[in-house]
T-cell receptor, first 117, second 112 residues
Framework: GAVVSQHPSWVICKSGTSVKIECRSL??????MFWYRQFPKQSLMLMAT?????????EQGVEKDKFLINHASLTLSTLTVTSAHPEDSSFYIC?????????????FGPGTRLTVL | SQKIEQNSEALNIQEGKTATLTCNYT??????LQWYRQDPGRGPVFLLL?????KEKRKERLKVTFDTTLKQSLFHITASQPADSATYLC???????????FGSGTRLQVQP
């Protein structure tokens, strides 16, 4: 149980285009989902906390107008990178917290590799 | 500012030996600490959680210790195998904040 999927697993796009990444909890309902970004050989950096039915909470330094997050249902959160630029190239990983689980249970998706040309 | 340090240099050990990885933190009072395994190009996979009032936790060949005085956690893999080769991340969590703060990870390489 507790599987989180991401789609796509990798994407290459041109500079200036927008890219949408989906995060789904497959066998549980997630009241909270998190979006992280990871650059090569670096730590996972939290970008935002996504709560179902409400606005996302962004970490300091993360542009909310550039990284649009929608958590419209208990099993789906989306991250849209708008007007992507090469510096946005990174590994984006989501995690989900079960609605019925312990506060500190998090299950991670497999990640999405974004390359902006 | 909060800081989590893991040895950035890769740890190379022989198969069958015990691998010990270190996680140190400063300016933080975590309610719990977690260890994850991450393979290249993949998301982290949860291994163990230890709470602030626990000293040690075991799961099969894995053992985690948590010293809140030293602000340090040690992660041990006994009887290591080449399949244990991966990057291991520690992550700290606080009561009331579900998001985790991650260290940068230590790469473990187990030689056959």
């Amino acid at each position: 149980g507790a599987v989180v999927s991401q789609h796509p697993s990798w994407v290459i796009c041109k500079s200036g285009t927008s890219v949408k990444i989906e995060c789904r909890s497959l066998d549980f309902q997630a009241t909270t989902m998190f979006w992280y970004r990871q650059f090569p050989k670096q730590s996972l950096m939290l970008m935002a906390t996504s709560n179902e039915g409400s606005k996302a909470t962004y970490e300091q330094g993360v542009e909310k107008d550039k990284f649009l997050i929608n958590h419209a249902s208990l099993t789906l959160s989306t991250l849209t990178v708008t007007s992507a630029h090469p510096e946005d190239s990174s590994f984006y990983i989501c995690s989900a917290t079960p609605a019925s689980g312990l506060d500190n249970e998090q299950f991670f998706g497999p990640g999405t590799r974004l390359t902006v040309l | 500012s909060q800081k989590i340090e893991q040895n950035s240099e890769a740890l190379n050990i022989q198969e069958g030996k015990t691998a010990t990885l270190t996680c140190n933190y400063t300016n933080y009072s975590p309610a719990y600490l977690q260890w994850y395994r991450q393979d290249p190009g993949r998301g982290p996979v949860f291994l163990l959680l230890i709470r602030e009032n626990e000293k040690e936790k075991r799961k099969e060949r894995l053992k985690v210790t948590f010293d809140t005085t030293l602000k340090q956690s040690l992660f041990h893999i006994t009887a290591s195998q080449p399949a244990d080769s991966a990057t291991y991340l520690c992550a700290l969590g606080s009561t009331g904040r579900r998001a985790l703060t991650f260290g940068s990870g230590t790469r473990l390489q187990v030689q056959p």
